[in-house]
Structures are given as structure tokens and as C-alpha cells.
Nanobody, 118 residues
Framework: QVQLVESGGGLVETGGSLRLTCTAS????????MGWYRQSPGKERELVAR?????????ANTVQGRFRISISRGTARTMVFLQMNSLKPDDTAVYYC??????????WGQGTQVTVGS
């Protein structure tokens, strides 16, 4: 069964840190580039970090140097992590994981809310 479940969000103060976890069930994720996306009210969903099957990582300019993506690949289940440091109010959003850059459109998870207080 293909499923994406995100967790680890919460409310933090500016400058704080959070670590998000994505549990990706299904063999297709073990051989895919995986990414973390976010969406804030009134804005389109954006890709903020991705990690390829070769371990190469790419970040959006807005999070470069503050966020770090990592992954643990398994045949049936893949875990994708996002360490977020030096958080800013602009990082407030619902965070999702999915394949990147082309998503599994029918398998978005519920996301995890990150709120950064000023």
C-alpha cells in the first residue's frame, strides 16, 4: 500500500529547530528522489528540499544553510527527515513529503503543521 505520513511539526519560536519525519510506505519510494514540500495560506505548494537516489541534496534558496534533508531507504518503507534550524516566521506552513520533482499526485499525506512565532 502506497502511503505518505508526515509528523514532527509544532509551534516554535523564531530561531528554534524542528525535525520532521516522513514515513513513506511502498517500494516505489525506495528508488525515487524524495522531497519535502510546504504550503502556506494563499501560496502554492513549493519544493524546499530533495534528495536523490545518489544522496545528492538540493535546497530552495530560502532554506539553504538552515534545513537538511536525509533519508533511510528500505524496500517496503522509506523514512525521510528534514532537520530545520534557525526557523523564521516565513517558514510557517504545512509540510509534506512526496517524490520529486514529479509527485505522486494521488498519494499526498495529511502534512504536518509548522508554526514559527515571531
Amino acid at each position: 500500500q502506497v502511503q505518505l505520513v508526515e509528523s514532527g511539526g509544532g509551534l516554535v519560536e523564531t530561531g528554534g529547530s524542528l525535525r520532521l519525519t516522513c514515513t513513506a510506505s511502498g517500494s516505489l519510494f525506495s528508488t525515487s528522489t524524495m522531497g519535502w514540500y510546504r504550503q502556506s495560506p494563499g501560496k502554492e505548494r513549493e519544493l524546499v528540499a530533495r534528495i536523490g537516489t545518489d544522496g545528492v541534496t538540493t535546497y530552495a534558496n530560502t532554506v539553504q544553510g538552515r534545513f537538511r534533508i536525509s533519508i533511510s531507504r528500505g524496500t517496503a518503507r522509506t523514512m525521510v527527515f528534514l532537520q530545520m534550524n534557525s526557523l523564521k516566521p516565513d517558514d510557517t506552513a504545512v509540510y509534506y513529503c512526496n517524490t520529486a520533482p514529479f509527485v505522486q499526485a494521488n498519494h499526498w499525506g495529511q502534512g504536518t503543521q509548522v508554526t514559527v512565532g515571531s
